[in-house]
């Protein structure tokens, strides 16, 4: 669920091969428990399937999105979404709660998206969320960063993601007027629903778009084939790990 300006975003592909992303949602809404006559604002709300369980809880939500085919989307579903780069929230103590689900390791400056939701929330609002945390797919990273070096690429150029330690992220909250009451990393081992094909056609061009067109096919198999020995099963099944950072922060009465 990008919040990059300029983003490529297939509404359609991110269902197919991204299913898992809102599969691992189940704790993180635990957390945030929605209650009814809440207005609670969705930060990241891709095509709004999650979005969809807080207003049946009762909530009042709003939806944004940086991507524009992802606000059409949940818009679709009948949502009130908006476009709006996470980095540049327009709001001002509107929100009981803000919600994120692996949204926020997309969002660039940090410190920007963090002030953003200090200030929409009310004094005493809750920050409710779930992103990657350290060690994220890290063989998915090393195998595409090293066909890019390979072909001269600074690989650091395309790294999109964030993925901070729990240490870290309390630290950054805090900085921002959040007290922080809870903050965990937590293993994901996902097997890749449409294998390993298809989560490079969904998240890949982050790092093969800095090579020319041509070389783009075979990037994309030479970091397959570096990929088979580590997490290919003998069935043929593709298990990442993902690594979850999940939260949950109060805006502190003198915060924003």
Request: proline share 6%.
């Amino acid at each position: 669920m990008s919040e990059q300006p300029g983003s490529k975003w297939n509404s359609k592909q991110y269902e197919e091969n991204a299913a898992y992303v809102v599969e691992m949602a189940g704790e993180v809404l635990e957390w945030l428990s929605p209650r009814p006559g809440q207005r609670i604002l969705d930060l990241g709300c891709g095509d709004g399937r999650l979005t969809l369980a807080l207003l049946k809880a009762g909530a009042q939500v709003l939806a944004v999105d940086g991507s524009l085919e992802m606000v059409a989307a949940a818009r679709e579903r009948g949502l009130d979404a908006r476009a709006m780069q996470g980095q540049a929230l327009e709001f001002d103590l509107e929100f009981d709660a803000v919600f994120s689900n692996a949204a926020l390791h997309w969002m660039h400056p940090q410190q920007a998206m963090l002030a953003g939701v200090a200030r929409a929330l009310k004094p005493g609002g809750r920050f409710v969320a779930q992103m990657g945390g350290h060690g994220c797919a890290a063989p998915l990273i090393v195998a595409l960063s090293a066909v890019l070096e390979a072909r001269g690429v600074d690989a650091n150029q395309a790294m999109p993601w964030f993925f901070p330690t729990a240490d870290e992220y309390r630290g950054l909250l805090e900085a921002n007027g959040f007290a922080v009451g809870r903050i965990e990393l937590v293993p994901n081992p996902t097997r890749l629903p449409t294998g390993i094909e298809g989560w490079m056609d969904t998240f890949a061009h982050h790092f093969l778009d800095l090579l020319p067109p041509q070389e783009r096919p075979a990037a994309r198999d030479q970091a397959i084939s570096f990929l088979k020995p580590a997490i290919r099963d003998r069935e043929g099944n593709w298990t990442v790990d993902f690594v979850g950072l999940r939260f949950e922060a109060v805006r502190e009465t003198n915060g924003g």
